[in-house]
C-alpha cells in the first residue's frame, strides 16, 4: 500500500450557505447539504476547472462529498468525470444547532453554551452534531481508502474547507491549536487547491504538501 502519486484538493465554490450569516442559514428554508452554487461560484468554479486542467489535465479518480455544493463544483471543473461521492467527505455535523439562531440556543441549551466555552471548539460535540474528533475518526478512515485504492494514481477530492483544515492536521501533525487558530481565520478560501504528491523515502510513502490555497480566481471576478 502507499499514497496517491498525486492528491489534489478543491474546496467547493462559493454557495447559499457562504453568503449567508450563522442566522440566516438557521432560519433558511434548505437543508445545509443541499446549498447550491451561487452565480459567483459558479464562475470560481469554472476558474479552478480551467486552471487545473491545463496544470493535470485529467486525474484517475474523482471524489466529493455528497452535497449539493461540493457535486457541482466537481461538475463544473470536470464535466464527464465519473464522480464518487463519500459520506466520509461531509461537513460536520451540528446536530439540532443547524435550525437554530445563535439567541435561540442560548435561551433553550444556556448549559451547553457554558459548555461550548469550558470544552473548547476541538473537544465541544453538539446536541446531535459532532465534534471535531468525531469528524477526524471520518478522514482517518477515507485516508486508510486512499492508501490502499489509489497507490501511484493522481486523484482530485472536492471536500469543505473545515475537512480540509482537519485532514492536513493529520497528515502535517500540526497541533490543535494551530487547527483552531485556522479555522478561525477562514484561510480556506472557496475553490482553492491544495497539492499533495505521495513521496516513498527508505522504503515508505507519505503525503507531502506542494502548495496550499492556491485561488485561481483571486483577480478574475
Given at each position: 500500500m502507499g499514497w496517491p502519486r498525486r492528491l489534489v484538493l478543491v474546496r467547493h465554490a462559493e454557495s447559499e450557505g457562504n453568503v449567508r450569516s450563522v442566522d440566516e442559514r438557521a432560519q433558511y428554508e434548505v437543508a445545509t447539504y443541499a446549498y447550491k452554487l451561487t452565480k459567483r461560484g459558479r464562475q470560481q468554479a469554472a476558474i479552478t476547472g480551467k486552471y487545473l486542467r491545463q496544470e493535470f489535465d485529467r486525474f484517475d479518480v474523482y471524489y466529493t462529498s455528497y452535497y449539493t455544493r461540493a457535486k457541482e463544483t466537481m461538475r463544473i471543473m470536470y464535466p464527464r468525470a465519473k464522480i464518487y461521492?463519500?459520506?466520509?467527505?461531509a461537513e460536520s455535523q451540528r446536530?439540532?444547532?443547524?435550525?437554530m439562531t445563535k439567541d435561540e440556543i442560548a435561551k433553550t441549551y444556556p448549559g451547553e453554551m457554558e459548555r461550548k466555552k469550558r470544552e473548547g471548539l476541538y473537544h465541544f460535540r453538539p446536541l446531535g452534531g459532532e465534534n471535531w474528533p468525531d469528524v477526524e475518526l471520518r478522514?482517518?478512515?477515507f485516508m486508510g481508502t486512499l492508501s490502499r485504492d489509489y497507490d501511484d494514481q493522481?486523484?482530485?477530492i472536492v471536500i469543505h474547507g473545515f475537512w480540509l483544515i482537519l485532514f492536513q492536521r493529520l497528515i502535517d501533525h500540526f497541533s490543535i491549536n494551530e487547527a483552531v487558530k485556522r479555522f478561525k481565520n477562514k484561510i480556506v478560501e472557496n475553490a482553492s487547491i491544495t497539492i499533495y504528491e505521495g513521496v516513498v523515502k527508505n522504503?515508505?510513502?507519505r503525503l507531502v504538501l506542494q502548495a496550499e490555497n492556491i485561488v485561481p480566481w483571486k483577480d478574475k471576478l
Open positions: 461521492e463519500d459520506p466520509r467527505l446536530g439540532i444547532w443547524h435550525t478522514i482517518h478512515s493522481d486523484v482530485l522504503g515508505h510513502s
